[in-house]
């Protein structure tokens, strides 16, 4: 069942045209990652989706069952959020605000689904941690329960594993992909990691201002773009 169909959209700022022609359909349960070259429209497009910002032309239709409140988010992480002086179970938890509505405190509900996404990601014995004081990749996993907190539809997640050692890296993959395994929530991630992104996704979207390729991932190896790009290594992580 589609959750997300781009028609023709293009977006642009002050009128400079960044990333056109794009058309694809992300179906429930799909794992997407968008990959590209730095300034080809990633971020953009992932803005896009979340409705932040209005294509210049074409359509996104969201699923009957989907509005944009009910979209979990990942940022790129930046140095003040890695200090942010609250416990691991404040963090979480902050990501059942957008479903709170006028509701002035967080409900019986809010707290299990807490807890309950915590023990997903491995992360429950560390509640009452201090966040500033987690290694990288512990905090991408508070980060990832907090977006988590917000769905159970779908994630956006935007280089989930930047800058994280590569043990924490892989550690963080899996972890993505277990919940994409046994949650069958659909993800959208951007990542400048070809290679892993075709060993884990089902679909990749290969940006360049407009759409290379979408796809699956298997087919992807096949593609001249797919080849170059997994036999070297893309410079720059954002877009």
């Known amino acids: 069942m589609p959750l997300i169909t781009c028609k023709d959209v293009a977006f642009a700022y002050d009128g400079n045209i960044v ?105 429950l014995p560390m509640r009452n941690k201090s966040f500033r004081e987690l290694s990288g990749g512990q905090q991408q996993r508070v980060l990832l ?30 972890a993505i992909n277990d919940l994409s395994r046994d949650t069958k929530i659909t993800i959208i991630m951007i990542s400048h990691d070809v290679r892993t992104a075709v060993e884990y996704a089902s679909h990749i979207l290969h940006l360049q201002n407009s759409r290379v390729y979408f796809g699956t991932s298997d087919l992807y190896k096949e593609t001249a773009a797919g080849r170059r790009f997994l036999g070297g290594d893309i410079d720059g992580t954002n877009s």
């Open 145 to 174: 329960s907090r977006a988590l907190c917000a769905t159970e539809k779908m994630l956006l997640l935007d280089e989930p594993v930047n800058g994280l050692d590569p043990v924490a890296t892989l550690d963080l993959y899996r």
């Open 19 to 123: 990333v056109h022609g794009l058309n694809f359909t992300v179906n429930q349960g799909d794992y997407l990652c968008i990959v590209g070259e730095n300034g080809s429209g990633k971020t953009t497009l992932m803005q896009g989706l979340l409705g932040l910002m209005r294509p210049k032309s074409g359509e996104i239709e969201l699923g009957e069952d989907l509005r944009h409140n009910q979209i979990g988010y990942m940022p790129q992480q930046n140095s003040s959020q890695k200090d942010f002086p609250a416990s691991v179970y404040e963090v979480v938890l902050s990501g059942r605000l957008s479903s709170r509505g006028a509701l002035p405190f967080y409900s019986k509900r809010d707290k299990e689904i807490a807890l309950s996404n915590m023990e997903k990601l491995g992360i």
